[in-house]
């Protein structure tokens, strides 16, 4: 979903005093409104941060996945020795979002969501479970399980606005009301941070190293 300059603009004024705020793992929280917990796990000696801007079927999660059997494979490396961030951001924000928010609201219609040219519009979150008839390597690739197996996902804030503003328009909502609403549809264990650079470039500050993965 294309992100108007002017809804970004006003958006990046809120959260601008949260991102120039000094960055550090083991200083006391700076606010309340977003959960920096995440940067204490990232720990090991093998670190990356995901980039996904794009939705590609959620293609980044996939890189991201075989990234760690990869390492394990070639150097046995354990998954304590690892941490993988997976941030999601601009036009992939969708990928954030549970299955249920997906059919209530016809999200690969609307946003013209399809696995290919041929297909049907995808009703369902690509990534949120594993799809039916997939091959069992590929069927622990969704975000759940990632989380699980102490992957980090982050989202953008700044992109979730247009997922609030579905909400908003489709139930007539007042502008708290359907924050609330869409929050309750991102997906368990998911964090908001104030935008997906910042969650970006954190991960880097976190030791990780930047991978463009849609």
């Not at 059919?103 to 049907?120: D, F, Q």
């Not at 970006?200 to 463009?212: D, F």
Request: net charge positive.
């Amino acid at each position: 979903m294309p992100i108007r300059r002017r809804d970004f603009l006003t958006s990046l004024g809120v959260a601008s005093v949260t991102a120039a705020l000094p960055l550090s793992s083991n200083a006391a929280p700076v606010s309340d409104t977003w959960d920096m917990t995440w940067v204490d796990h990232v720990k090991g000696k093998y670190r990356a941060v995901f980039d996904s801007p794009g939705f590609s079927d959620g293609g980044a999660l996939f890189r991201a996945v075989f990234w760690a059997r990869q390492y394990k494979e070639v150097y046995g490396t354990d998954p304590q020795d690892m941490s993988a961030v997976l941030v999601i951001r601009h036009e992939a924000i969708w990928l954030a979002m549970s299955d249920e928010y997906w059919k209530k609201y016809a999200i690969g219609k609307r946003n013209k969501l399809r696995e290919s040219p041929k297909s049907a519009w995808y009703d369902r979150n690509p990534i949120a479970s594993s799809s039916p008839g997939v091959p069992p390597e590929l069927a622990d690739v969704t975000i759940p399980k990632f989380i699980a197996s102490g992957g980090i996902v982050l989202a953008c804030n700044l992109a979730f606005r247009g997922v609030v503003d579905v909400v908003k328009k489709e139930n007539k909502l007042q502008a708290n009301e359907a924050e609330t609403m869409a929050r309750s549809y991102l997906l368990p264990g998911v964090l908001l941070q104030p935008s997906g650079v910042f969650a970006v470039l954190r991960g880097q500050e976190a030791g990780c190293h930047y991978i463009l993965a849609s």
